[in-house]
């Protein structure tokens, strides 16, 4: 019950406005990760921004099992499989940024979409976890089984050769 596992894995790459650079990005998100992308809308309105509630804003991605395990090493490739002990949280879970998405192997660059950022964010689990989402009968996790910022180091040390600094 204490193996650590991959949840899902989330791809978010936000633009700031609507229209064509979003139609870029959904095509290129769509293209890296062989899913189809959703839509991320404003929350607030933030004026000075020129944002308002409900204008979309951004696309993500979420991959869970063999996809995600896929893209998570294609992406680790691109940041030359190393992180820092800082892009971790006191949870397991951690997140990085890709600058630009031509970094992944394989992935050719096409001057109409041009050249996006996105980000990467992993969320891991151990057996169990499942207790504290279920319809009935929910409950939390022990303290004694949450994953810590250390299992998840080791567990990307481990299973992916990451090198963690």
Request: glycine share 8%; net charge positive.
């Amino acid at each position: 019950m204490k193996e650590v596992l991959l949840e899902k894995v989330t791809v978010n790459m936000g633009v700031g406005q609507a229209g064509e650079e979003l139609e870029k990005a959904a095509k290129i998100m769509e293209y890296i990760t062989n899913a189809k992308p959703i839509r991320t809308v404003a929350r607030i309105k933030q004026p000075t921004w020129g944002l308002r509630e409900g204008l979309p804003i951004g696309v993500k991605v979420t991959l869970r099992g063999k996809a995600a395990n896929e893209f998570l090493e294609k992406a680790l490739l691109a940041k030359d499989k190393k992180l820092s002990k800082s892009v971790f949280d006191t949870r397991g879970n951690f997140g990085f940024g890709v600058k630009e998405h031509i970094d992944i192997p394989k992935v050719k660059y096409d001057p109409k979409m041009g050249i996006k950022g996105f980000d990467v964010l992993v969320t891991l689990k151990r057996r169990g976890y499942r207790i504290k989402r279920r319809k009935l009968a929910k409950c939390k996790i022990s303290p004694k089984h949450m994953l810590t910022k250390n299992d998840a180091i080791q567990f990307m040390r481990n299973v992916y050769g990451v090198e963690v600094a």
